[in-house]
């Protein structure tokens, strides 16, 4: 994108001749040659932009592509040539709404058209049959009404929300189907024929769909939302372990990782639309047929809720102080701490689940963060019988710190919700953890045996059983600054 | 849903007989009279439940079926009625996949099918004539190639942001119209017969769905938007309004309103495409053609902020202690304050959204706010000099009371998006306002001239300009206080 910096209008272009200059300046405005090679350029930086962000889409035109052909050329080349026909036009028909990005998607609008075509030809004919009956004044009449109350029918079945969900086209073509076959006015064995004709041509053009979707550089739904969790997650880290350094002001450096976890906001509808379509997709890569994707959208909640937390604690970041308060440095070693710690559990994580291990190094930079709010207490203890004046200084401190603690809480439970999740999809388990008899993972860590945190209470950090000769200030009163963390 | 406990799987059923009872408990859980009975009920009540939450639901449902039958009856039963053939086929197709449930989705989605239908029917008439020039044996061959590349490149395009939110339906038809005629293998004058009387009839379809959309209970997307924000407005409100009392432990009645925040969080993706649909909508009620829109999605990024921020402050509500600590009761005033009126200041802001007035009332709540925050800065400095031990008690009060003023600030942001909404959609003012040079209102509060906040810095509460007799604390250095706001 730097290119378009010199390509900007403001760029030197002729001076204007002296006559005239209104009238040249409108031609300008309206269509001067440098204009309209502004808006070609930009509009070229913007294709390239798509292609280059996700190269998997420029195979998908050519497959869509391949497919298309490959369906036109079958009728249109066939021995009793004479015009395409409906038949292929219906093949055709076929690839244009089947044919999607992902494997998922073009298998769920494959079989729903084919299954919603059957049943709703099915009933179609029964229509007619039945229409029949009346004799043929009547017929259109009878046939109309059908056509209204089930058209209203399938059309309100579309609200509910787990139709909608899965098989929201199919309801669409049964529709169609329906009402093209009811009031299409042929005999019943003619339109057996037809019917007969045009499913197959439609089974025809879903099949070359599918085939070429899965077998030809295919897009999984399902390993999309795989990485698309992961990302979040390393995304989130990344703030994390950034947030020390830019919180004290230590760095300089490249600032646009603090942005990246923004997207993590919104990110809700395209987890949900993703797991809806792996949902319909047979094992691929590293996943089997029932992988619990529906595990992926818990994870992807936590994430959320983590991000939320981030978006609240980023606000302390701008503020216009380049130097950080007295109160500010006091705490500057447990803070750093808590966030460099709290980041590098969520990248192990991350790191875990792209390796489809368990999430076993983690543990340790949790433990780590209870050590640092531990620091964190004592210094706020040590720390705040201060002036009078300087109290309101520490307020934004304080604040910054408790959100910090909070984002805690909820990598605690992303780490649970990606426990459960290895359990569940089998993940492998690394060679040096050794198991309880709980088949929970016990990471051992310059000779503690640290345990992994356990369900609990939602807003509280479980206990920590502590068993090392490191760094941890054994003196202290671990009942009392349990409640004190719990309070925090 | 209350009805649903009654009937859950758990109420009484007839004793098993004493006879091989695993049998009869397999055929149980298969298909046991009350479970499908239980089923069926359950089924009714979700449906039910669909038609009570919109009943604009079951119009539109009716309004399809209306649509669908109108147009195949006047296939059916058109003079020389010989089956109903081709034409009405197409018909039939595009009420179906044009008909949406708003407005604006079935005029863009038909706008889209009328233009890209007569651009690829034009360029496919091109294209066979241009495969005619090679000779019956290179033809097939011609097309093969440029169907493919045009469907590569089509197909391409719609993964381009700007075309894929506006015109992402209309290539779609391009590629099925294009691949269609161009190996229709007709010869061009039939062709041109044929494409006139298939557009004639995807007019006739496409107008059927637009009038039917519009004059029969229309279900507009900008008004639906607008009430979408208001909404999302007064959610935020009323868990503000009641937090303090919450927070305090004063109420003990519903609490449902303190969840209804949640779907603020995720409303995205409805507000860009309600606003995407918005954009294709004729001037309905009290919207002009081109109201802004596109403020509102301004609106909602802010809301959604302040969201975000609401639910950091709401992890504050489930601690686990009952009794508010005592430094908690030092800020209570204040801290209820603060709550009650920014919760006030939005209910105003919907309120006036609503009614499509100038915002002026929530001024007075916002100035309320600041109050407060002086207020609090006081509380907090007489407060704080209290025993090491209870320090650790004030430190989630503080992080309370520091994201409530967060929000004031955001609800700041949100009040200056819709004073900027209600000067680009030309709202009413209210008669007691006077307005200044500068066109923006100023509100008589008690002798006091309070000036509206005004754009400024993003992490900064505005200079608030202050000559009033009440209760104000006058002798405070001001300058100093500001700083102390800015800091919190």
Avoid at 20 to 33: D, V
Avoid at 96 to 113: C, D, H, I, P
Avoid at 356 to 368: G, R
Avoid at 403 to 410: E, F, G, H, R, S
């Amino acid at each position: 994108m730097e290119n378009t910096s010199s390509l900007s209008p403001n760029s030197p272009s002729p001076p204007p001749p002296p006559s005239s200059p209104t009238l040249y300046t409108n031609l300008k405005t309206i269509a001067s040659p440098s204009k309209i090679k502004h808006a070609i350029v930009d509009l070229a930086i913007n294709i390239k932009k798509v292609g280059v962000d996700d190269p998997r889409r420029i195979a998908h035109s050519f497959k869509v592509a391949l497919a298309i052909t490959l369906v036109s050329m079958v009728y249109y080349l066939q021995p009793f040539y004479n015009g395409i026909g409906d038949a292929g036009m219906w093949a055709i028909l076929t690839v244009v709404v089947v044919f999607e990005y992902t494997v998922g998607a073009t298998l769920s609008k494959g079989m729903n058209r084919g299954f919603a075509t059957l049943l709703a030809g099915a009933l179609g004919v029964g229509a007619e049959a039945f229409g029949s009956l009346f004799g043929p004044t009547v017929k259109p009449v009878v046939i109309g009404f059908l056509v209204f109350f089930l058209v209203a029918a399938a059309t309100f079945s579309r609200f509910i929300p787990r139709i909608k969900k899965k098989y929201d086209y199919g309801v669409l073509i049964f529709i169609l189907t329906f009402s093209l076959v009811s009031v299409s006015g042929y005999r019943v064995d003619t339109i057996i024929k037809l019917a007969h004709q045009r499913l197959s041509t439609i089974i025809f053009g879903g099949l070359t769909c599918i085939v070429i979707s899965m077998f030809v550089f295919p897009v999984w739904a399902g390993e999309d939302l795989h990485k698309l969790i992961v990302t979040n997650l390393e995304k989130l880290a990344s703030f994390l372990e950034g947030f020390g350094d830019e919180y004290y002001r230590v760095s300089n450096g490249d600032k646009s990782f603090l942005g990246a976890y923004k997207s993590v906001l919104n990110s809700k509808a395209t987890e949900e639309s993703l797991a809806n379509l792996a949902w319909w997709e047979i094992g691929h890569g590293k996943f089997r047929f029932c992988h619990p994707w529906k595990q992926y959208l818990k994870i992807g909640v936590y994430t959320r809720q983590c991000a939320y937390h981030i978006e609240a604690l980023s606000g302390y970041l701008d503020e216009q102080y380049q130097v950080p308060s007295e109160f500010q440095i006091a705490v500057q070693e447990p803070c750093m701490k808590m966030s460099s710690e709290v980041g590098k559990a969520l990248k192990e994580l991350g790191n875990s689940m792209k390796r489809m291990v368990y999430p076993s190094p983690s543990y340790v930079h949790i433990e780590n963060c209870k050590k640092a709010i531990d620091d964190l207490n004592i210094k706020l203890k040590m720390s705040m019988v201060v002036e009078r004046d300087d109290i309101l200084e520490s307020i934004p401190v304080i604040a910054a710190t408790s959100i910090l603690v909070d984002i805690i809480k909820c990598v605690e439970k992303i780490s649970e919700a990606i426990e459960e999740l290895s359990k569940q999809a089998h993940f492998k388990k690394l060679k040096d953890i050794t198991s309880d008899e709980n088949g929970k993972p016990h990471f051992r860590h310059r000779g503690a045996a640290i345990k992994p945190v356990d369900g609990g209470n939602d807003r509280e950090l479980s206990t920590i059983t502590v068993n090392s000769d490191d760094e941890i200030p054994q003196e202290m009163d671990l009942d009392k600054n349990k409640r004190e963390i719990n309070r925090l």
